[in-house]
Every structure is written in C-alpha cells, then in structure tokens.
C-alpha cells in the first residue's frame, strides 16, 4: 500500500474522516486538532520507525496527508 493510502487510512479510522483524499486540510477543516497532531506524530514515530523533532513540528507539515507524507519521506532519507 503507498503511504499516502496508508495515512489516509489511519486517519479515517481514528478521527472519523470518511471524505479524505491526499489534499483535503486536515487542520482547516477541523478533522485534526492539536491534540490529534500529537497522535498522528505518536503513530509515524512507531508505525515508521522515525524520530519526528521539535523543529518538524510546524503546522505546514500537517496540513494534509500530501504534506505528512513529505515529512516522512524526508525522515526516512
């Protein structure tokens, strides 16, 4: 499965997102808060083996899956 669909299907399952794509603002729309941001950060941490620092903890990398994506990819390089 890619990572965009994998994130996309964490996502939908635990904040209850059933209309998302790759695109859709997750903080925007309201479909993650900051409280959700730390999950989602707990989640790529275990589920992707990767270390996500305080200076990647800005907003940009969270706005949608797309972006989430970016950030690990990065991580992972």
Do not use: W
């Not at 730390?38 to 992707?48: A, D, G, V, W």
């Not at 270390?51 to 990398?61: L, R, S, Y």
């Amino acid at each position: 499965m890619e990572l965009k669909d994998e994130l996309i299907k964490y996502i939908q399952e635990e904040f209850s997102a059933p209309e998302l794509d790759a695109q859709t603002g997750l903080i925007t729309t309201g479909i993650i808060d900051s409280f959700g941001i730390l999950e989602l950060i707990s989640h790529i941490e275990t589920h992707y083996g990767l270390c996500i620092e305080a200076k990647d903890m800005v907003i940009d990398n969270f706005q949608s899956v797309s972006a989430i994506a970016s950030l690990i990819q990065r991580k992972k390089a």
